[in-house]
């Protein structure tokens, strides 16, 4: 794994260890020598992690969408900065850039980007690890409705155990270094498929 992508708010939310960690996060990455695939923007937690890696002595790639640069977002100091068409060329950019994903605390934008790598992941597109790195509980109600999800057979077990969540950024990257994808079959009812046919 040489690069992990990051999507987060681009507001910094109402408590301050949402950029605690976010800074956290970013100072492990440039450690680690992990370059930090993200949304190019200067505001929020987005800019908080890219701040964090630069200051670390890492790389930073940005990639962001026309329209948000005429909105005068776009971090102007990262590394590489990839300005694209739309939000559609944006998240397969990234994923082509990336060899993993984290979910810091965010809203629409970040759960719409992570779980659409997610279901790629579910159909077989991509392998790459995905992670919802928790930050006091944020995700917590998240992950209940995922785990709802298994127990009204809409997930396979072995999709979900194939996300990892926690609050150990330590952790959490050693299982994406060691990631190994699961097989499961999205149509957990064999019968019920070929009845569709």
């Keep these: ?10 507001n910094t939310g109402s408590r301050q260890t949402y950029n605690e960690r976010a800074i956290a996060l970013g100072t492990r ?21 890219a701040d964090a890696v ?6 930073v790639i940005g990639v962001i969408p026309e329209q948000l640069v005429g909105w005068e977002v776009a971090h102007k100091g990262v590394t590489r900065l990839e300005v694209v068409a739309n939000m559609h060329e944006r998240k397969a950019r990234m994923f082509d850039l990336a060899d993993g994903f984290v979910a810091l605390p965010g809203g629409f934008g970040t759960l719409d980007e992570m779980f ?14 995905c992670a919802f790195l ?13 785990d709802r999800m298994v127990e009204e057979r809409f997930l396979h ?40 046919r």
């Design 1 to 10: 794994m040489k690069s992990v992508c990051v999507y987060c708010g681009s």
């Design 29 to 49: 990455l440039a450690k680690d020598g992990l370059a930090l695939v993200y949304g190019g923007g200067n505001v929020g937690l987005m800019g908080t992690i």
């Design 54 to 59: 630069l200051e670390a002595g890492g790389e």
């Design 116 to 129: 659409e790598m997610l279901t790629w992941r579910q159909l077989g597109i991509g392998n790459k690890p």
């Design 134 to 146: 928790d930050v006091d509980g944020f995700y917590a109600p998240l992950v209940a409705m995922i």
């Design 157 to 196: 077990p072995d999709q979900r155990a194939d996300l990892w969540h926690g609050d150990d950024i330590g952790a959490m990257l050693d299982w994406m270094q060691h990631y190994t994808p699961a097989h499961a079959d999205k149509w957990m009812d064999e019968k019920r498929r070929k009845s569709l």
